[in-house]
């Protein structure tokens, strides 16, 4: 893996925006020799003290059980399952706009061939219990937004060490463009004094 690109990946499961930059680093990896390492964060905690609107704020706690499932999927069974877990998760959060978690979660389980007790580890209702790995999952996210400041969102993208909120784009790019915009990222990367680089989203996330 000498001379492969260092990728590291920060996404909430919840996230449209992370999940349509997932599947650009997915078409440039079949292409391109990237060494992409998956990690978890948190919109719920990321906002926690910020003064957001009702309606999204009522968006935490289903989004906060996904995050706590890939945190417990990974303390138990090893950094291999964090990428295959969300993409079995997002194929049914975002392509299918799916809002039964229970099922959702246990689907997911299932098809990636881990125990469907984990579900245990992101109740709907905790009764106050706290979450058995919540050091964990605040250290992942913390690990992350450490690299870019609070001020952003997910997903969050290091190459090569230097690490950026986004791109976010929609749809995802295919072949050469996505190659393109690829190129470009790491460009961008290999400028220490690179900060930011935005325009307001003018459209939804496309996912197909």
Not at 26 to 44: F, G, K, Q, Y
Not at 122 to 151: C, M, N, T, W
Not at 172 to 185: F, H, S
Request: glycine fraction near 6%.
């Amino acid at each position: 893996m000498a001379n492969s690109t260092r990728v590291d990946f920060w996404f909430d499961p919840s996230c449209p925006w992370a999940w349509m930059t997932s599947r650009w680093v997915d078409e440039v990896a079949a292409h391109r020799d990237l060494d992409v390492t998956w990690h978890i964060m948190s919109l719920a905690i990321l906002n926690e003290n910020n003064d957001v609107s009702e309606a999204y704020r009522a968006f935490f706690p289903r989004a906060r059980r996904y995050a706590q499932l890939v945190t417990a999927a990974t303390e138990l069974h090893g950094d291999s399952v964090i990428k295959p877990l969300y993409d079995a998760l997002g194929t049914r959060i975002h392509l299918g706009q799916r809002t039964d978690v229970d099922a959702v979660i246990a689907e997911s389980l299932e098809e990636v061939g881990l125990p469907a007790n984990l579900i245990e580890y992101a109740p709907a209702d905790p009764e106050g219990k706290p979450f058995e790995y919540e050091a964990e999952l605040r250290e992942s996210h913390s690990s992350g937004i450490s690299l870019v400041g609070q001020d952003v969102g997910t997903p969050i993208v290091s190459v090569n060490g230097v690490a950026f909120f986004g791109p976010v784009i929609s749809p995802a790019p295919k072949g050469e463009q996505a190659l393109a915009l690829w190129d470009g990222v790491v460009a961008a990367a290999s400028y220490d004094g690179f900060f930011e680089l935005k325009r307001s989203r003018t459209r939804d996330p496309i996912f197909s």
